[in-house]
C-alpha cells in the first residue's frame, strides 16, 4: 500500500542551526513528492515538488529536499532556520494514474520547535 | 490571483445534523480536491472532481458527499453528522489536466459536532 511516513513528531532547533526533516515513502513506482507547511490555523502551503530529474530541489523560504531512491527518502533540509519557520510540515506523495493525480498521502506531519 | 476561498472558517453543529461547506478555487483550475484534518488521523483525502465529475475517491462512508458546478466551484455534504466528523476541511485546487500539478490549499473550514 502506498505510504509516507514522518518519523520524528517533534523537533526542537536553534535559531540560526540547520535542519533535517525526514519523510520516508513507500510506493510501487516513482511517486510524485512534496512538501507543505501549514501554520496555526492555517491551510497548508507549497513548500517544494519532485516530480523526476534532478535529485536535489529547491523551494521556497530557503528550503530543499533530496530524493534518495536507494533510501526510499525525500528529506527536507535548511542551512539556517529562522524563528518564524516554526510551524507544521507535511510530507506527501502521489501517483499519477493518468486519470487524474490520485489523492495525496500525507505524513503524519513534523511539528517543528524554534528555540532562542 | 486569488486564492483557494473556503467558507465558512468556522461551523459548529449538533449530532444528527447535515452541513455543507463551500469552496472556490483559484481562477483557471478545474480540479478540487477535499481533505479531513483531525489530530488522531492527520490528512486523509475525501475526493476529488474534475470538470464536474467526480475523478476519484478516498475511503469515506457515504454520508460524505460532493459536487462542482460548471464554473469549478465545489461543495462538500455531510449527512447525519456524528462527533468524529469534528475537523478542519480543507479544499484544494490544481488545473487537473497535468501530472503532478501541486495542490493549492484553502485555509479550510473547521468543523465542530456538538
Known amino acids: 500500500a502506498q505510504s509516507v511516513t514522518q518519523p520524528d513528531i517533534h523537533i526542537t532547533v536553534s535559531e540560526g542551526a540547520s535542519l533535517e526533516l525526514r519523510c520516508n515513502y513507500s510506493?510501487?513506482?516513482?511517486?510524485?513528492l512534496f512538501w507543505y507547511v501549514q501554520s496555526p490555523g492555517q491551510g497548508l502551503q507549497l513548500l517544494l515538488k519532485y516530480f523526476s530529474g534532478d535529485t536535489l530541489v529547491q523551494g521556497i523560504k530557503g528550503f530543499e529536499a533530496e530524493f534518495k531512491r536507494s533510501q526510499s527518502s525525500f528529506n527536507l533540509r535548511k542551512p539556517s532556520v529562522h524563528w518564524s519557520d516554526a510551524a507544521e510540515y507535511f510530507c506527501a506523495g502521489t501517483e499519477y494514474s493518468g486519470g487524474g493525480a490520485d489523492g495525496l498521502t500525507f505524513g503524519k506531519g513534523t511539528h517543528l520547535i524554534i528555540q532562542p | 490571483k486569488a486564492g483557494v476561498t473556503q467558507t465558512p472558517r468556522y461551523l459548529i453543529k449538533t449530532r444528527g445534523q447535515q452541513v455543507t461547506l463551500s469552496c472556490s478555487p483559484i481562477s483557471g483550475h478545474r480540479s478540487v480536491s477535499w481533505y479531513q484534518q483531525t489530530p488522531g488521523q492527520g490528512l486523509q483525502f475525501l475526493f476529488e472532481y474534475f470538470s464536474e465529475t467526480q475523478r476519484n475517491k478516498g475511503n469515506f462512508p457515504g454520508r460524505f458527499s460532493g459536487r462542482q458546478f460548471s464554473n469549478s466551484r465545489s461543495e462538500m455534504n455531510v449527512s447525519t453528522l456524528e462527533l468524529g466528523d469534528s475537523a478542519l476541511y480543507l479544499c484544494?485546487?490544481?488545473?487537473?489536466?497535468?501530472?503532478?500539478?501541486?495542490?493549492?490549499f484553502g485555509n479550510g473550514t473547521r468543523l465542530t459536532v456538538t
Open positions: 484544494a485546487s490544481s488545473p487537473g489536466d497535468r501530472e503532478g500539478s501541486p495542490l493549492h
Open positions: 510506493y510501487g513506482a516513482t511517486p510524485y
